[in-house]
């Protein structure tokens, strides 16, 4: 009997803002993004781990940032 786990990150959408972007140097939506790491046992969650990160992420380019 073989027994699956490991780890897991799940993004969670949290809304959209319009904001200058630094890496292509234009006023772009930008998507809030909540990242969580979770165990997971059989490809299913079980328990989240670590610390979640909110990040902010451009839709045009994708450069990503962490919101503190």
């Known amino acids: 009997m073989f027994i699956l ?8 959408s949290k809304g959209q803002r319009n904001e200058f972007c630094p890496n292509c140097k234009k006023e772009t939506m930008h998507s809030i993004i909540l990242r969580k790491k979770y165990f997971d046992l059989f490809f299913i969650p079980i328990f989240p781990i670590g610390r979640k990160k909110m990040i902010n992420k451009c839709n045009l380019c994708g450069y990503s940032t962490l919101i503190n």
């Open 5 to 12: 786990f490991g780890v897991k990150t799940i993004n969670k």
